[in-house]
């Protein structure tokens, strides 16, 4: 049972540069998410799809884009990668609603922006 | 907007002493969620809590929700080497995403 699945696990990009992180959860899951995680930061929220169809930003949108290409699969997109990019970005997703039941996360992708 | 806040940022704990990690919401929550991150790992889930004034265990973790529902507690007692990470609160209420404490770093020293 794969759970939450994130490529790549590793990437390092020149500023300028885009990329996307592909994620996909394999539980039937409604919503999904994006967070990073900075130290001493914590989780911050980038986008959430509440289900298949929609998408909303989230704390810290700006510079990043993403798709619900289908119930499974949600990506996360830096067009014009920037320093202030480099983190670990989290991909996670919940069975139902907004914020009641277990939070499934993925093992995170580590970016570096040069 | 909703604010969840976390404390202590650190905690350096010889093995076998407790630990104690505190959530406060700014505003009142439907339910809270409690995560651990190993180093290097993913956020785990640990528990939930939803009625006001509950109270939980996992072997030698205990999790508190406050009578207003506000704020929050995970209580370790004696403390091993396998408890070390970042363990994170998360509040959630309407129709909102959870909104995540920065978290607690627990060093344990054997």
């Known amino acids: 049972n794969a759970g939450v699945t994130q490529t790549p696990k590793f990437q390092v990009l020149k500023t300028g540069q885009s990329m996307t992180l592909q994620c996909a959860q394999d539980?039937?899951?409604?919503?999904m998410y994006w967070y990073r995680q900075d130290p001493g930061m914590g989780l911050r929220l980038i986008y959430y799809?509440?289900?298949?169809?929609?998408?909303d930003k989230g704390e810290v949108p700006n510079g990043y884009n993403v798709s619900r290409l289908n119930k499974r699969e949600f990506s996360l997109r830096l067009e014009s990668a920037a320093p202030s990019q480099t983190s670990v970005y989290f991909c996670?997703?919940?069975?139902?609603?907004?914020?009641?039941?277990?939070?499934?996360f993925g093992e995170g992708s580590r970016l570096t922006v040069l | 907007g909703q604010q969840v806040m976390q404390i202590p940022q650190y905690q350096h704990v010889q093995e076998g002493e407790d630990f104690t990690t505190y959530c406060n919401s700014s505003?009142?929550?439907?339910?809270i969620q409690w995560y651990k991150q190993r180093p290097g790992g993913h956020p785990v889930f640990l528990i939930q809590?939803?009625?006001?004034?509950e109270v939980k265990k996992q072997k030698r973790l205990t999790f508190q929700f406050g009578e207003a529902k506000k704020n929050s507690s995970l209580h370790i007692t004696a403390t091993q080497t396998t408890d070390v990470g970042t363990y994170f609160c998360a509040g959630g209420s309407g129709n909102t995403p959870l909104v995540f404490g920065k978290g607690t770093r627990l060093s344990v020293i054997a």
């Open positions: 799809s509440a289900s298949e169809g929609t998408t």
């Open positions: 809590l939803v009625k006001s004034g």
């Open positions: 539980m039937n899951h409604n919503s």
């Open positions: 996670a997703s919940i069975r139902t609603g907004w914020n009641t039941g277990e939070l499934f």
């Open positions: 505003t009142t929550l439907s339910n």
